[in-house]
């Protein structure tokens, strides 16, 4: 089975710190995704990569960037956490190489969540 | 861009009953993907089903069911037989075909469905 972690499940961080979000998958994906959930906004998709180093911004990249140094590591980081990211942060990854006319149709592998609060 | 609405906040069935989750998307895409998520208390998310536009016979995955309306932009799950294990969060989800799309998914708000013994 497909095992994708996120190194916390619970985090608390004051204004204004570095804070890094950690994930990391075993079945050698491509792709890789953080979302960020919130209650009657669904998830929303924050920055994805499809190789190393390879990096774009999703629906809400404001107040974040992102790392991918090895293909197994993908890292999330708030540069200067602010009270309006306390979220739950959620990391997915999925197994079909880019470009792909089906890379849509491989179901996206998601970690259990790190629930982040802002203070 | 894409939108995906779910207008059912939470949901409640009886144990053995059927429930249907309504979801509608907007895409003036004509290839795509459109999946139903899970998501229990515990958080891990899990694909429930999937279906792609292409195709006319709606997706089935045992008690699972889909109809899926591509006119209407309409695609909701019915789950027959609910069992109590079926209580979680059910998102509805979008994706494009075509190798840029790169497996992103659009998500809807999502719907609380509670199974009550």
């Known amino acids: 089975d497909v095992k994708v972690t996120q190194s916390s499940r619970y985090l608390v961080k004051r204004t204004g710190e570095k804070v890094f979000l950690e994930c990391v998958q075993d079945?050698?994906?491509?792709?890789m995704f953080w979302y960020r959930q919130d209650p009657g906004l669904g998830l929303r998709l924050i920055y994805f990569s499809y190789d190393v180093k390879m990096k774009e911004k999703g629906d809400i990249p404001e107040g974040y960037s992102v790392s991918r140094e090895k293909k197994e590591r993908f890292s999330l980081i708030l540069e200067s956490a602010s009270t309006n990211q306390t979220s739950m942060y959620l990391c997915a990854s999925s197994p079909v190489p880019l470009p792909n006319s089906r890379a849509a149709s491989s179901p996206l592998h998601f970690g259990n969540g790190t629930r982040l609060t802002v203070t | 861009a894409q939108t995906v609405t779910q207008s059912q906040p939470e949901m409640s069935v009886q144990e053995a009953e059927t429930v249907t989750l309504s979801c509608t998307y907007d895409?003036?895409?004509?290839?795509?993907?459109l999946f139903w998520y899970k998501q229990p208390p515990s958080r891990q998310m899990i694909l429930v089903i999937r279906q792609e536009a292409y195709k006319q016979q709606n997706a089935t995955e045992n008690r699972f069911s889909v109809n899926f309306q591509k006119a209407a932009k309409s695609f909701s799950l019915k789950i027959s037989d609910s069992q109590l294990g079926d209580t979680a969060m059910y998102f509805c989800a979008y994706s494009n075909a075509g190798g840029t799309s790169y497996g992103k998914l659009t998500f809807g708000q999502g719907t609380i469905l509670t199974v009550h013994p």
């Open positions: 895409t003036s895409e004509n290839n795509y993907y």
């Open positions: 079945m050698d994906h491509e792709n």
